[in-house]
């Protein structure tokens, strides 16, 4: 990590929480990197996170305002501090369960309000932090531990549900594409509306031992062979579509 982020981070919390070969540490560099070339006071930031490894990422390790809330509810506090507090950023960072399951009335209706809020929905395709279930993100026929023989649910589409409410913006990168999620970032403090980011970042620990992935470097084979853009997604059949991961500006 580059020493100029070092002001962002608490020391005392390292060696950090998260598993090895988790993608969440480049999207918490990412992040960093985002505010600091922006130059925005991380103190007129604040974080908030629900439970779950993602929520980690700014709980504790952040040096700034943080709340980490009740398991699907990191919309509900960040909708009150944007009714009170006008006057600060608010960014929400959580996982696909937090966001898309437990929370998911929260997301559509903080969508649908069209909020000044930037949310980074922080996706690893499964519920990492309490041992691997399936998850509304989780691709059919992935073995996890609630789906031994496999998903049998088609996975949900968050960036099209929350594009379908109303969101001003909504994209989807994975953790390898750092300088477009970076740039959607720093596009996102400039949205006035509800600014939503997913992420995909590989859980190795629960997702890839059961999936044959075992490492970082699986799950980049992986994404790099089935990463396709938006635009070109469009003009695909839903067969076509199958165990693909699309990415670029939904709106």
């Known amino acids: 990590m580059s020493e100029k982020l070092y002001k962002y981070l608490r020391e005392e919390v390292f060696p950090t929480p998260f598993c090895p070969g988790c993608g969440h540490g480049i999207l918490l560099q990412t992040i960093l990197r985002a505010i600091d070339e922006l130059d925005i006071d991380i103190k007129k930031i604040v974080f908030v996170s629900g439970i779950g490894c993602a929520a980690w990422i700014p709980s504790p390790h952040f040096k700034a305002d943080t709340l980490h809330t009740l398991h ?33 009335n929260h997301l559509i209706h903080t969508a649908r309000r069209n909020l000044k809020i930037i949310t980074i929905c922080v996706n690893n395709s499964i519920y990492g932090m309490t041992g691997g279930q399936v998850s509304p993100t989780t691709p059919k026929d992935i073995i996890t531990e609630t789906s031994p023989f496999g998903n049998p649910e088609e996975p949900f589409d968050l960036c099209a549900l929350v594009k379908s409410c109303g969101a001003e913006f909504v994209c989807r990168y994975t953790v390898f594409h750092t300088k477009p999620l970076k740039k959607s970032i720093q596009k996102a403090f400039q949205i006035n509306g509800f600014s939503f980011i997913d992420v995909i970042s590989p859980c190795v620990t629960h997702y890839g031992r059961r999936n044959k992935m075992p490492t970082l470097y699986d799950f980049y084979q992986f994404i790099i062979k089935n990463i396709i853009s938006y635009e070109k997604a469009k003009s695909l059949n839903k067969e076509e579509l199958k165990n693909k991961i699309i990415i670029g500006e939904y709106v």
């Open 72 to 104: 699907g509810r990191p919309l509900a506090f960040a909708t009150g501090i944007r009714i009170t507090r006008p006057d600060l950023e608010i960014m929400v960072i959580s996982g696909d369960g937090d966001l898309g399951a437990i929370g998911g």
